[in-house]
């Protein structure tokens, strides 16, 4: 059983709709990470989350952190096809991560 | 480029063989991180070792173990290979806590 669960597993939208990835735990965590990865590469930190209730903006992408630091949400405004991508939430706590199984992500052109 | 590398890149062997697979940290990283990627499991994390010494176990089987060594290279080796081992193996450096940078994996396909 994950320890974070991310819905949808998968999600497929035309270019220039909007999307948003969920990502939810029963556990608490001292910071949570989103990271993208590419077929046949490792995953690249997006953004960092550390306060509950903190929204970071990067670009097109909106973080939030759960008021609980349980949970946390991506929203993409705007998607474009270089967008595509396999999206990980992981919470940190104790040094360690623990990774989503991930939200598969295809924009359509 | 994360400036982690890992190789191989791809392994192919068969059950009950011993694989070894190597890592080599961002320059000044002194934590390395082993995870196993598969299609039913998602990215596990296995392993973390800080500046040689093992600071944290994830969900590792006991026939694989990990090493990091003084010039802070690590290694993973996994012994009696099952067809289920077949996954992506990604090693990830970071220099405390907090962001991982992640190489670029080692495919291993068990035949």
């Known amino acids: 059983t994950q320890l974070l669960e991310q819905s949808p597993q998968f999600l497929s939208i035309q270019e220039g709709e909007n999307l948003t990835v969920y990502c939810n735990s029963s556990?608490?965590?001292?910071?949570l990470q989103w990271y993208r990865q590419e077929p046949g590469e490792g995953p690249v930190l997006l953004v960092t989350?550390?306060?509950?209730?903190e929204v970071k903006k990067l670009k097109r992408l909106t973080f939030q952190f759960g008021d609980a630091r349980k949970d946390s949400s991506l929203h993409i405004t705007a998607a474009q096809p270089g967008d595509t991508g396999l999206y990980l939430c992981a919470g940190v706590s104790d040094y360690k991560l623990s990774f989503g199984a991930g939200t598969t992500v295809t924009v359509r052109a | 480029d994360s400036g982690v590398t890992q190789t191989p890149k791809h392994l192919i062997t068969a059950t009950g063989q011993r694989v070894t697979l190597r890592c080599s940290p961002r320059s000044g990283d002194l934590s390395v991180y082993w995870y196993q990627q598969s299609l039913d499991q998602g990215l596990q994390f296995l392993i973390q070792?800080?500046?040689?010494?093992?600071?944290a176990k994830g969900n590792i089987l006991e026939r694989f173990s990990a090493q990091q060594f003084p010039d802070l290279h690590s290694e993973l080796n996994l012994s009696s290979l099952e067809l289920g081992d077949s996954a992506l193996y990604f090693c990830?450096?970071?220099?405390?806590?907090?962001?991982?940078?992640f190489g670029p994996g080692t495919r291993l396909t068990v035949l």
């Open positions: 989350v550390v306060t509950g209730g």
């Open positions: 990830a450096s970071s220099a405390g806590v907090g962001e991982q940078f």
């Open positions: 070792y800080y500046n040689g010494e093992e600071r």
């Open positions: 556990s608490v965590f001292s910071s």
